[in-house]
């Protein structure tokens, strides 16, 4: 048996139908159209992928959306008060601030200064502690979207699954493993410091891989079943993207996976629309 595919390209494209109905639905009633504003500083190859990805979405959702553009030299002081600005353009409901930013820039100080009313990324500090005492705040996309996918597949409410995450960054292994925990599963968190991975891994009923490295999971670290998702962005020898998990290897063995590309990337994409929607709509009954 062989592993069954979570695609996240199919379920982003219901999603985004979804949205856009949404979206097409509020312009009717209030006038309101969602909009998103993408800053981008410097000229990060990748970057630039991502962003027009992102731009391209949103007027596929009838979104109103700014993409701002802004050489590398750019003044920390001048990327605050472009922040600032637009926190205060009603027309503006979701301000992003592609990351990674020149140096110079402090990352922690722009993401504090977008209005928490607006951060449809869910990195401001008070969006990352209203998901750990479950108050209204943004979800952080990536882990967002990783809960959507397993919602598709009948696991919305995770209780009595053990859930493993792998990485415990502030984007996405950290606000990950509180996710899960509000859908009630027993969480693990495991990183660089954990002993013996795979004896973390093997006891799983769900394993969330985001380390942002090669086979960090191979088939003898998953139990025969379990539900495999991917959150790395890698290149293989010959430049091809791919993930943290050995795909062939482990699909072999795990009840349902995520592939890389077409897994949680596009997902992360459709939870900023989801996001940027809420907003707007949580602007219109304000
Ligand atoms: N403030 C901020 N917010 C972000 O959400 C953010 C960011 N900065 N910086 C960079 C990372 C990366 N990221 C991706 C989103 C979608 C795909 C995606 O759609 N990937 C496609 C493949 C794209 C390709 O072919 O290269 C897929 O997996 O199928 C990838 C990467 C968002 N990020
Ligand atoms: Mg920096």
Redesign the pocket.
């Known amino acids: 048996m062989t592993a069954q595919i979570i695609d996240?390209?199919a379920l982003s494209a219901q999603l985004r139908t979804e949205v856009a109905a949404r979206a097409a639905a509020l312009k009717a009633k209030s006038g309101i159209t969602p909009g998103l504003a993408v800053i981008l500083v410097g000229d990060n190859q990748?970057?630039q992928?991502?962003v027009r990805?992102k731009v391209k979405a949103c007027e596929e959702a009838g979104f109103h959306s700014v993409l701002e553009k802004y050489d590398a030299a750019m003044t920390e002081a001048e990327l605050l008060a472009r922040v600032e600005a637009l926190n205060n353009d009603p027309t503006i409901h979701g301000i992003?601030?592609?990351?990674?930013l020149p140096k110079h820039i402090d990352d922690h100080k722009v993401i504090e200064t977008i209005s928490p009313a607006k951060d449809v990324?869910g990195?401001h500090v008070a969006s990352a502690g209203a998901l750990m005492v479950g108050e209204v705040g943004f979800k952080a996309?990536?882990p967002y979207g990783c809960m959507r996918m397993l919602e598709s597949i009948g696991m919305k409410d995770l209780r009595g699954k053990h859930a493993v995450v792998i990485g415990r960054s502030n984007?996405v292994g950290k606000p990950m493993a509180m996710m899960l925990l509000a859908a009630n599963a027993t969480v693990t968190i495991t990183h660089s410091g954990t002993a013996d991975l795979g004896a973390m891994t093997r006891q799983a009923d769900v394993v969330v891989a985001a380390v942002g490295k090669r086979n960090v999971l191979t088939r003898d670290m998953v139990k025969p079943g379990a539900v495999v998702i991917d959150v790395g962005?890698n290149r293989d020898d010959d430049g091809k993207?791919c993930g943290d998990v050995d795909y062939e290897g482990v699909r072999q063995v795990a009840g349902w996976i995520t592939p890389?590309?077409?897994?949680?990337?596009?997902m992360?994409?459709t939870m900023?629309l989801v996001n940027t929607m809420e907003s707007a709509e949580r602007a219109a009954n304000a």
Do not use: E, H, R, W
């Open positions: 996240g390209k990748a970057s992928v991502y990805n992003l601030v592609q990351l990674p990324d990195f996309c990536t984007i962005m993207l890389v590309p077409g897994g949680v990337g596009p992360t994409i900023l």
